[in-house]
């Protein structure tokens, strides 16, 4: 069974820290990892990444993929108040079109 | 990047009534969309997968008779929760696949929060 699992479940974090949010996953016929942000609507996309080692990058935010160990990490660099949200990692796989999505990493910053 | 727009955003309804929610790629069309439920606090539920065309394919614990899917067309998809009850009250977000670059890529509707009294 596809499995996604994300960590920590959720943290605590000043305005000014970085954080890491970790996805890693087991899937058959893996295509691509998404990453998304979620305030109080839908989920907005950040990145879709799909080889080992490129580092995508967005501003204060960048994210990587190690395709090998199975896992890819966000981070987000001197955090504000507005980073303040549920960060999703998805895997696409490449047969059946679904994504398959991990629990979650809910990140306050405080002021 | 691609736009997907929901209504309506929210909805209250009584007991027995039917709601239709509709899902439109705005700048792109789509062969797949998608159609989420997610309660307070959790992730993503996928409810079904929706091909422009042909019927949707359901997940497993899903009533295709209660949410009756209908993707007309390339750009709109409809779910309809049919004879609502207070348990369906939850938070349905649609996406729609984009593959007009080469990589494709789901976007998200911004939801639509359904309340059943």
């Known amino acids: 069974e596809d499995k996604v699992v994300q960590s920590p479940l959720s943290l605590v974090v000043h305005e000014g820290d970085t954080v890491t949010l970790n996805c890693s996953y087991e899937v058959t016929n893996f295509r691509s990892l998404l990453w998304y942000k979620q305030e109080k609507k839908a989920p907005t996309f950040l990145f879709m990444l799909t080889s080992s080692g490129i580092e995508k990058k967005s501003g204060r935010l960048s994210s990587i993929l190690d395709k090998k160990e199975l896992f890819s990490i966000l981070n987000i660099t001197a955090t504000q108040t507005g980073d303040s949200a549920v960060y999703l990692c998805?895997?696409?796989?490449?047969?059946?079109?679904?994504?398959?999505f991990g629990g979650g990493t809910r990140v306050l910053v405080k002021p | 990047g691609a736009v997907v727009s929901q209504h309506p955003s929210w909805v209250i309804c009584k007991s027995g009534t039917s709601v239709k929610i509709e899902c439109r790629s705005l700048d792109f069309q789509a062969t797949t969309m998608f159609w989420y439920r997610q309660f307070p606090k959790q992730s993503l539920m996928l409810m079904a997968t929706?091909?422009?065309?042909?019927?949707?394919?359901?997940e497993q614990g899903v009533e295709k008779d209660k949410f009756l899917i209908n993707h007309a067309s390339l750009t709109l998809s409809t779910l309809t929760v049919t004879s609502a009850h207070p348990e369906d009250s939850s938070f349905y977000i649609c996406?729609?696949?984009?593959?007009?670059?080469?990589?494709?890529?789901?976007?998200f509707g911004p939801g639509t929060r359904l309340l059943v009294l």
């Open positions: 996406s729609a696949r984009d593959g007009s670059s080469g990589i494709e890529t789901q976007y």
């Open positions: 929706s091909n422009e065309g042909s019927k949707a394919t359901y």
């Open positions: 998805a895997v696409d796989k490449a047969a059946g079109n679904k994504l398959t």
